[in-house]
């Protein structure tokens, strides 16, 4: 099967780039959306598989799509980019640095997404960019470090449209 990973910038509400709005829309009856995670909402959908509780609430940001990651078929699925348990000197709560534990959290995020998508056959990807070629944040400033893994892990799911 191939995938197509598709970087979607956000320009406001009811349109593309608004992921809520998309999921609405056939043309994207076959797309499956990633979205940025918070770790606490991310350790909780692992745990529970997506049966109920926070992992399935709708959450700030592109994180309004958590729902559809309980969805059946899945439509959606979390990575996540920071904790509420870290501040740092301005207010961020974003990952400050890759560090092995963070890494294990994305490497375990792609890869369950990755199965995700082969199991519903989902042919296209989106994620949420900055349109520079990196990650979309607004919630959570991860560090560039984590920002530039993550993009690497989500365009490692297909090939990337350019």
């Not at 640095?97 to 990755?114: M, Q, R, W």
Request: hydrophobic share 30%; glycine share 16%; charged share 15%.
């Amino acid at each position: 099967m191939n995938v197509t990973v598709h970087a979607s910038v956000f320009h406001g509400g009811g349109q593309k780039g608004d992921f809520g709005w998309m999921l609405e829309q056939p043309e994207y009856d076959g797309a499956f959306f990633i979205f940025n995670d918070n770790e606490g909402e991310f350790l909780a959908y692992q745990s529970d598989q997506g049966k109920s509780g926070p992992g399935c609430m709708p959450g700030g940001g592109n994180a309004a799509i958590r729902p559809w990651q309980c969805a059946t078929p899945p439509r959606a699925g979390g990575i996540p980019t920071g904790s509420y348990n870290i501040t740092d000197a301005n207010g961020n709560h974003g990952y400050p640095s890759l560090t092995p534990e963070v890494k294990g959290y994305i490497d375990t995020a792609v890869a369950f997404i990755a199965k995700r998508i082969a199991d519903t056959g989902c042919t296209d990807v989106y994620y949420s960019s900055d349109g520079n070629g990196g990650l979309g944040t607004h919630i959570f400033s991860p560090s560039p470090e984590v920002t530039s893994y993550i993009v690497s892990k989500i365009n490692s799911l297909g090939t990337v449209d350019s």
